[in-house]
T-cell receptor, first 114, second 113 residues
Framework: DTEVTQTPKHLVMGMTNKKSLKCEQH?????MYWYKQKAKKPPELMFV???????INESVPSRFSPECPNSSLLNLHLHALQPEDSALYLC?????????????FGPGTRLTVL | GNSVTQMEGPVTLSEEAFLTINCTYT??????LFWYVQYPGEGLQLLLK?????DKGSNKGFEATYRKETTSFHLEKGSVQVSDSAVYFC????????????FGKGTTLSVSS
């Protein structure tokens, strides 16, 4: 099974709201990723967690706050977002990065910021 | 770091036509290479991969061969179907540590019956 699940599928929020995106995998993968994808563009890396520790932050604004509560779960906490943050947010996981970098993606959360 | 260049579309074909989408890369060493597909309104799905030179990845009738001499990983399918309409991304690890993937700009394929 190579399934990564994400909830919610769609999210609409105002600029003063606080919300969270959730991602889950049960493949025993130890690396998890958040990507942001704008319309008609490729995904862009935001964060990488390796063995539940944040290993890469691609200079993402602090209004995005990732969290990895355990090896199966990855959250992205959102606060005071801007309309330009509207995008598809994709979660991915891999067995590990480096030697086995094959990443499996979830279906994404389509976020609209009003 | 590594980089990938992918032909941009859109590509419009009739059903049963032959498909080629070009992808070339620049990399240190010999990284794994990937093709991902994104159907309308969905996330990315791994289509195929190759981990070393001359490897051929294949899935659902799609094929791509890891060509070290031309640093290419072109995607091909002999007979496309309407259901193949999607955006296709070539991808490569960003660096030798393989910490993340970088993607080509994507090629939109539209197949008509």
């Amino acid at each position: 099974d190579t399934e990564v699940t994400q909830t919610p599928k769609h999210l609409v929020m105002g600029m003063t709201n606080k919300k969270s995106l959730k991602c889950e995998q049960h493949m025993g993968h130890r690396a998890m990723y958040w990507y942001k994808q704008k319309a008609k563009k490729p995904p862009e890396l935001m964060f990488v967690y390796s063995y539940e520790k944040l290993s890469i932050n691609e200079s993402v604004p602090s209004r995005f706050s990732p969290e990895c509560p355990n090896s199966s779960l990855l959250n992205l906490h959102l606060h005071a977002l801007q309309p330009e943050d509207s995008a598809l947010y994709l979660c991915a996981s891999s067995q590990d990065h480096g030697v086995l970098p094959t990443q499996y993606f979830g279906p994404g959360t389509r976020l609209t910021v009003l | 770091g590594n980089s990938v260049t992918q032909m941009e579309g859109p590509v419009t074909l009739s059903e049963e036509a032959f498909l080629t989408i070009n992808c070339t890369y620049t990399a240190t060493g010999y990284p794994s290479l990937f093709w991902y597909v994104q159907y309308p309104g969905e996330g990315l799905q791994l289509l195929l991969k190759a981990t070393k030179a001359d490897d051929k990845g294949s899935n659902k009738g799609f094929e791509a061969t890891y060509r070290k001499e031309t640093t290419s990983f072109h995607l091909e399918k002999g007979s496309v179907q309407v259901s193949d309409s999607a955006v296709y991304f070539c991808a490569i690890p960003a660096n030798q540590a393989g910490t993340a993937l970088i993607f080509g700009k994507g090629t939109t394929l539209s197949v008509s019956s």
